[in-house]
């Protein structure tokens, strides 16, 4: 039998496009939301990075998932968005 | 859409039939009776003969009155349909009609024919003619040139195997299998989060290979993967070998022809196989989940294809995973699990309850690593073999259960970071405390597997409870 005609088994959607925001010549003055994704250390990651930029004169905010192997919770992402610059998800193990 | 019949007496008739032959004159006698006859002939414009005939010639009044027998004769009042009679019956046509005398001198009783709306040959297309609207996925056109099977691998629809391809027709063959609206969204898919329409999962069922009975069961599969507390977003995303573990439970197993036998875990059975690639294929189509991608499983396991199975019910001393879950007896159901491949427990020498239950103390507790305690449930599948020393016994699932929980509580200073020599392991401050290698309700128990050896299975899971998945039980309905 060949099948002329079938069924498209995807959900049909495109995923929006949007460009990606051009890289900040520098973070001074910017405000870094540092996402911890609770994967074990990645505090210990975090912790470094936050003591970096604070000594480029950015200013650090911290955020935490409720757990690592689930999305960020919308108003978590809503909270990032409106209260930082550009955001660093720190995964690691 | 349905055709509107004229209040009367209407009747659908074929010349092929002997019986709608026979009964041929009788459309005269109730006409000239002075009531309102409607006759549709199937096959034949020029049958009957004894009166004119509308031609159903696209077959659309059989379709959609559910002609199932020629001769079938219907009562419309006002526009609907009140009573029917089917065959021929000399009595009930007589009573049907009022007409005393009709077909007198006839047989008492001759069997009608199969109307050609249900023939199997073309009820497929019938199908699509009466029914394809129903359908809302974008058709995607091959050319005449292309291999069918080739162009399902190069769209990246398929998971590594030949797939069927999803035409109309096997569709709809394949909703025929539930009760539910093509579009009823049965469940939002990670990890894209869209919305999974009934036609969709049964689009990739055919895919799979399934058949249309084991519909309900992959559709309540996928509700139960599909949701917070399963947590099939997780499933996906780990680097861990985990995919979801399908359970099922009920009659409806038997009537499905699954296997909870031999060779329970591998090739061979079709409902087991086509159930759980049908949940993983829609996963993986609608809801984008693809290895490489937002899978980012390490080693992944070849039951991320298909890993279903149902209980040995008969059989099992424990009663049923799924009235442990909460089911009623006698209800098919569906457990989803997020769990490795299985791993054998040997112990051919067993001949107490409490040696066995010994052994399995040992394998459980290696799952995933000795010093893991906690994060992990599992599932331990007994065979009838090893079940029968529970049973002789008189242990149930209860004391199995309270018994390997009991053997499984581990002193803190062979858990701890260094012990053994390995680094793995709890912080210093456990050294001193027992700690339990699986949290309450943590094993899973079920039965399943050929009547011969001394084997058990263990399949470890993958990060528990709130932090990552847990169990799922729904009940499977039409």
Known sequence: ?93 | MKPQLPDGFVAIVKRECATCVMVDPLFAHIAASGASLTVYTQDDPTFPTSVAALHDADLSVSWHYDIETVPTLLRIENGVEVDRTFGWSKDAWQKFTGIADLGADLPVMRPGCGSLSVDPNLEDELRVRFTSSTLHSRHVELASAEDEFESMFIRGWTDGLPVIPPTPERVLRMLTGTTRNPQDVVAIAPPNLVQLTVEKIAINAVMAGALPEYLPWIITALEAVCNDEFNMHGVLATTMPVGPVIICNGPGTKAIGMNSGVNVFGQGNRANLTIGRAVQLTIRNVGGGKPGEVDRATHGNPGKLSFCFAEDEAGSPFGTLAEERGIAPQQNAVTVFAGEGPRCVVDQAARTPEQLTNSFAVCLRATHHPKSVLSFDAILVVSPDHSRVFAEAGWGRERLLSELHARLQIPGAELVRGALDIAEGLPPKFADRIVPKFKAGGILLAHAGGGAGLFSSVIGGWANGAMGSTPVTRPVLS
């Open chain 1, 1 to 93: 039998m060949s099948a002329s005609i079938i069924l498209d088994p995807t959900n049909e959607s495109r995923p929006a496009q949007r460009e990606q925001l051009a890289r900040p010549a520098s973070v001074k003055g910017l405000t870094v939301g540092l996402l911890d994704i609770v994967k074990a250390r990645g505090d210990i990651y975090l912790n470094r990075l936050e003591e970096l930029f604070v000594a480029e004169g950015a200013k650090v905010l911290r955020f935490r998932k409720p757990t690592f192997t689930k999305p960020a919770p919308p108003d978590l992402r809503h909270e990032i968005s409106i209260q930082c610059n550009v955001v660093i998800e720190a995964l690691a193990d």
